[in-house]
């Protein structure tokens, strides 16, 4: 099974400043992550596929990037409804797909 | 829109069964793979199970293999997840989540339902 391990596990930042989440994978997944914003008792919603690509509607400050075993979630610049945990998964080892167990970004 | 709408959780004993629904639209169902996830406070998301678009394939995470049976009904736009020998280890709350590719599976998840809490305990 792959480990996917996201850090910190909480990161507090204050609105419109930058969040850098971190998504690390025990073996490389290629491409084929993805990130999910889940805000308090709603499902998870999805951000980016792919390492870096936005799905539909997502706003332009949320951003993805690396591969192999290394990715991060990058939101430019935070607004009020960008506070909530959020949630890497590999689908590279499929149909053993796996999640991180979130880091919960709050408000600073 | 699409929409995915769970329903059938509840409070169950160990050992007995319980089947899960997901009414879907807003999309054509039957061109979409789709899966059940599930999410404990303690051991976060998991993946439970997922359905080619056309019923014919079908895919279990080992934790709940020989115990849980994905299915659809593709004449009424509905998913299922009929559980069986519940452990309590089994209490969470259960989405069903559709794959975004059509008539393919990709293993991430564009659309969620809003979920249904499962527990297990006597």
């Known amino acids: ?108 | 829109q699409v929409q995915l709408v769970e329903s059938g959780g509840g409070v169950v004993k160990p050992g007995r069964s319980l089947r899960l629904s997901c009414a879907a639209s807003g999309f054509t169902f039957s061109s979409y793979a789709m899966h059940w996830v599930r999410q404990t406070p303690g051991k976060g998301l998991e993946w439970v199970a997922v359905i080619s678009y056309d019923g014919n394939n079908k895919y279990y995470a080992d934790s709940v293999k020989g115990r849980f049976t994905i299915s659809r009904d593709n004449s009424k736009s509905a998913l299922y997840l009929q559980m069986n020998s519940l452990r309590a280890e089994d209490t969470a709350v259960y989405y069903c989540a559709r794959d975004p590719y059509y008539y393919d599976s990709t293993y991430y998840f564009d659309y969620w339902g809003q979920g249904t809490l499962v527990t297990v305990s006597s």
């Open chain 1, 1 to 108: 099974e792959i480990v996917m391990t996201q850090s910190p596990a909480t990161l507090s930042v204050s609105p419109g400043e930058r969040a850098t989440l971190s998504c690390r994978a025990s073996q490389s997944v290629s491409s084929n992550l993805a990130w999910y914003q889940q805000r308090p008792g709603l499902a998870p919603r999805l951000l980016i596929y792919g390492a870096s690509t936005r799905a539909t509607g997502i706003p332009a400050r949320f951003s993805g990037s690396g591969s192999a075993t290394e990715f991060t979630l990058t939101i430019s610049s935070l607004q009020s409804e960008d506070f909530a945990v959020y949630y890497c998964q590999q689908y590279n080892n499929w149909p053993r797909i796996t999640f991180g167990q979130g880091t919960r970004l709050q408000i600073k």
